[in-house]
């Protein structure tokens, strides 16, 4: 049976339409009664091309030949047996490295303020056209942030282009369509140019990206013209400089415009004053203004200076369209957190080192109105915010005037939860939020203090990110950084794309703390989570060689290092040593709940003694990890059909299993450390004998119960803690967690106001003060719990791509229903459950290429296919139950 083909797509991102290389990967979706073999047309330059037929409906190779530069094409696919052809789909071959012809120009720069100080500069040209334009695209990219405009209109939608990557390694363009720009006559192009992600500041120290000390920008235009003539404008030594209305501009600090700044003479451009690497083209789609948020209130709290709530945490900026009079300055302040006294907070944001001064953190645009209006929208910087605090002198402000622009990677949703627990509901909203906040262009920790694309973070959100939204190509794109930025001996940075350039400053202070387990472990858990999700074989290919670099340099570690308490305890090492990996630095379980003093003030380990907490075995951390990621690496390579690197990899892991269990395991069944976040790694990560398993279990619980039902794990093993608990049996436990409302625990964050997840469990205390990050996604990994077991929508042990799932709900206290969805390469799967009094009935949508396992609570099972499946059965296994009561699969 053959249905129509929808959702065509190319793996590849683009603004305003898709933008791919010579080779792209096709890919579509089709009905749920649909079994078939497909057959593919396309006209390529408007030139139809042979059909060609596959079995494959997912990341089909191109069946054509290769794309040249600037091809356009457009395409279809149907299945052979009698089905009806899909809508068609149309992309473009981006201008290909080889026949980029344009120089690379420079602004000149008369004298450098300093990073953070900065002023964007205008490369302009003008050009004449003696006919109508048919067809014109504008090819761009550049070291720094730019934007583009064609004759004084703003060219694409697409934010903060080109984004930030390892600018030593890789450089992604833009192609936009600009035929509705250009005149017969005079035209001109401009290209505002900042410092952006490429020699601006980063990190909590706002320190400057060290990716190159001058600014470049490279344009291509070419034009199609009605009388058949073609023309090219490409940035040359014709091209003009100037400093722009933007005064200052950083993506950290922020951006300062001054509408009635006189214009400054022109001078020609710098060439060929910097090297880049070949240009390419973003799996990504692009960051864009995705929402504009008027304020919920805002409030004057002395004379000319305002508070505006958004309600909303969020990343983005102000769009402010009233600018009063000619010269009236307005300053524009961003946080997160008011205080006690209504003002704008940010010192729980300030950077500390052990006896340094703090760096005081400051989010901050300025803008200068002219003599003609004009609407500020500071687009060379963004900012971490709900609040903003405005001063004016001498004019009012108008609060119709003021939007908050949410800006952040388009990715499209994916995953939809809801419950009965209005509570869970907004918790779910926090946690989207959160990572929507960190999503700009690449996965950070925060939008405030730091904005890094740290390891860790999406190491462990990354499986909650794809039941969120489709974060392929988003992906791909930041583990391009992170292979760019390996060190040689191969170890993984930190964060990435990391300005910082660890790689060439081996005798930096942070290359030591360079290496962790659980951060650098990223390069395997990201790619094994993606293909996990998505059944994409090129992501395990592409990251291999990355990640086998990664677990060898952890190997040869424990082979050859061990930890100094160790030592003092057996001079000689034991024979399992060698897989134990304990003598290199690591950042371990990470921001635990804090203990208090005597005194009740909260106890900070890192803060209070850095050199004890830096030399602290973590071993435990360390060699469970090299586990996994051993164990992962042999499933990566069969699946790659790398035999003998599948057996070895599963020898090591398992030799790594044992020395854990060897150090770690005592021989009354309890862990050396002793903690929560302990047992959760080992029960997830399946490194106990099976009869340890029960009294493992019956420890955590006992640990939890003993802080009175209140969570002690951290950054790494939050996410697992409750399916693990679950999966033993213990869902009373997982619920009482859950639904825990004193500090620590998720749902003090709602009581207390949050709109994103914070990263310190006790990030607003109960004298209305913040602390640390309120928009840290890392403990929102709480979501993959709604979705998997309270909803009960996951894949089946083994599964792909969503090929098998399980429909299996968790029904907590007082929940009596939950209803959600996702969207997988196979189609949408949805799932509603519903409680009438002790029966639980369970509506589900099964997509093509899907089979389900549906399990109630009581024991009874179902198998489904394709197509509506609706049963109901017992909360609870009765003597006089019949487990296929009530099946009506439709």
Known sequence: ????????????????????????????????????????????????????????????????????????????????????????????????????TAAWISPVEPEDPGYGRRPAYLLTTHFELAAAVTSARLYATALGVYTAALNGERVGTAELSPGSTSYDRTLYAQAFDVTSFLLSGHNRVDLEL?????RGQVGAFRLPAGWGTTLGARVELHIELGDGTRRVIRTDDTWTSAPSTTTRADLMDGQSIDFGKAALATTTVLVDQVEAPPIDWSPAPPVRVIDSRPPENVHEIRPGVWVADFGQ???????????????????????????????????????????EPPRIFSQRDEVTAGPVPAVFEPRHTVHGFQYTRISRDGAPLDPSALTMQVVHTDLRRTGEFWCSDQDLNRLHRMGEWSFLGNAVDVPTDCPTRERLAWTGDYQVFVSTATRLRDVHGFSRKWLKSVRDDQLEDGRVANFSPDGRRIKN?????????????????????????????????????????AMDRWVQWALE???????HARSHVTPEPEPFEEYLWDGTFHWGEWTEPKKRDADGKLIDPVQDNPMAWFMEDKGEVGTAYLYRSAATLSRTAHVLGRTEDAAQYADIAESVRQAWQDAYLR??????????????RALSFGL???????????????????????????????????????????????????????????????????????????????????????????????????????LGLRQDQGSVGWRSIVIAPTPGPGLTWARGSHETPNG???????????????????????????????????????????????????????????????
Not at 70 to 94: L, N
Not at 319 to 333: F, Q
Not at 557 to 563: E, F, M, S, Y
Not at 693 to 721: K, N, Q, W, Y
Request: with cysteine.
């Open 1 to 100: 049976m053959g249905g129509t083909p929808y959702d065509l797509a190319v793996d590849s991102g683009g603004d305003q339409f898709p933008v791919t290389g010579p080779a792209p990967r096709l890919s579509w979706k089709v009905p749920a009664d649909s079994t078939a073999s497909y057959e593919l047309e396309a006209t390529i330059d408007g030139v139809l091309q042979p059909a060609a037929t596959t079995d494959q409906r997912l990341y089909v190779p191109w069946p054509w030949p290769a794309l040249s530069s600037r091809q356009r094409v457009q395409w279809r696919v149907r299945a052979r047996t009698s089905g009806d052809w899909s809508a068609w789909s149309a992309f473009e071959a981006g201008l290909l490295a080889a026949d980029w």
């Open 194 to 198: 900042s410092d952006g992600w490429y």
């Open 313 to 355: 945490n969020a990343s983005g900026w102000i769009r402010l369209t009233d600018l009063g009079s000619e010269g009236t300055c307005t300053v524009i302040e961003y946080g997160e957190h008011l205080g006690p006294d209504g003002d704008l907070s940010t010192s729980h944001l300030d950077s500390h080192r052990p006896g």
């Open 505 to 545: 400053n081996l005798d930096d202070q942070f290359a030591m703390m360079t290496g962790s387990a659980g951060w650098g472990d990223a390069i395997v858990a990201v790619p094994w989570a993606l293909y996990e999700e998505y059944a994409d074989e090129a992501v395990l290919a592409e990251n291999w060689d």
């Open 557 to 563: 570690k424990a082979r050859t290092t061990r930890h």
């Open 667 to 680: 021989a009354d069944g309890n862990t050396a450390t002793d903690s929560q976040a302990s047992y959760v």
């Open 688 to 790: 106990l004998p099976d009869e340890a398993r029960g009294p493992a279990t019956d420890r955590l619980v006992e640990l939890i119960r003993s802080e009175d039902v209140h969570l002690g794990t951290g950054f790494l093993s939050t996410g697992d803690l409750l399916p693990v608990l679950v999966e033993a049996g213990r869902e009373d436990v997982a619920y009482e967690l859950l639904l825990q409302r004193s500090t620590p625990s998720w749902l003090n964050m709602v009581d207390k106001g949050a709109t994103t997840i914070w990263e310190s469990w006790e990030g607003i205390d109960e004298d209305g003060n913040a602390h640390e990050s309120l928009n840290h996604y890392s403990k929102g990994t709480v979501l993959r719990f709604l979705h998997e077991f309270t």
């Open 828 to 890: 949408s799967i949805k799932v509603h459950w519903q409680l009438d009094g002790e029966e639980l009935g369970i509506d589900a949508d099964i997509p093509a290429d899907t089979t389900a396992r549906i399990v109630f609570p009581d024991g009874a099972e179902y198998a489904a296919g394709p197509g509506r499946f609706r049963a109901t059965g017992a909360l609870a296994q009765t003597n006089t139950a019949d487990p296929h009561r009530s099946a009506a699969p439709v």
